[in-house]
T-cell receptor, first 109, second 113 residues
Framework: RKEVEQDPGPFNVPEGATVAFNCTYS??????FFWYRQDCRKEPKLLMS???SGNEDGRFTAQLNRASQYISLLIRDSKLSDSATYLC??????????FGAGTRLFVKA | DTEVTQTPKHLVMGMTNKKSLKCEQH?????MYWYKQKAKKPPELMFV???????INESVPSRFSPECPNSSLLNLHLHALQPEDSALYLC????????????FGEGSRLTVL
């Protein structure tokens, strides 16, 4: 079983749609959780950290469920510019950050 | 614009060559990372330096040799690489106390012939 698993997609959605991604992790001792965004042929960039209480940043909402060992990302009112690969990242201990395979999102006009 | 600078952006080398990738940051971060990313795959952790000491080596072949001369610089020395080592090599740094928040450079795209 992979340490961090994501549905690779692709998710094809129209502008204005709401889309949700899930990610599961295997190590129950994992400490911190993040969503990164990566555009084609670019470096990953931190989108948001994920907290147990859930957190929101504009159109983006992240949730963590420690009991079920999954995290989620909800994007509301999708924009064309949201088209990218979304990477789930888990810090398992010390400096060991593990990336999920990524979920590709295409937002169409 | 990224505050982590990587050079060169592109590198083509033969299997007998010796080359180096360089990474620099001036954000006061004390942890620096090398990741390898193949097309359509996620970044894979190679090495981590914390306070200029090697903290993690993810069983990377010895033909890759990292070096951290000071807190701002990170090098990756390459020797006798194989064609399957062709990939995007990403450098990242993280601020103290926040080791999951990675700031990536734009990467060095390596092709081994």
């Amino acid at each position: 079983r992979k340490e961090v698993e994501q549905d690779p997609g692709p998710f094809n959605v129209p502008e204005g749609a709401t889309v949700a991604f899930n990610c599961t992790y295997s190590n129950s001792a994992s400490q911190s959780f993040f969503w990164y965004r990566q555009d084609c042929r670019k470096e990953p960039k931190l989108l948001m950290s994920v907290y147990s209480s859930g957190n929101e940043d504009g159109r983006f909402t992240a949730q963590l469920n420690r009991a079920s060992q999954y995290i989620s990302l909800l994007i509301r009112d999708s924009k064309l510019s949201d088209s990218a690969t979304y990477l789930c990242v888990v810090l398992t201990g010390g400096f060991k950050t593990i990336f999920g395979a990524g979920t590709r999102l295409f937002v169409k006009a | 614009d990224t505050e982590v600078t990587q050079t060169p952006k592109h590198l083509v080398m033969g299997m007998t060559n010796k080359k180096s990738l360089k990474c620099e940051q001036h954000m006061g971060h004390r942890a620096m990372y090398w990741y390898k990313q193949k097309a359509k795959k996620p970044p894979e952790l190679m090495f981590v330096y914390s306070y200029e000491k090697l903290s993690i080596n993810e069983s990377v072949p010895s033909r890759f040799s990292p070096e951290c001369p000071n807190s701002s610089l990170l090098n990756l020395h390459l020797h006798a690489l194989q064609p399957e080592d062709s990939a995007l090599y990403l450098c990242a740094s993280s601020p103290p106390g926040s080791t999951g928040e990675l700031f990536f450079g734009e990467g060095s795209r390596l092709t081994v012939l």
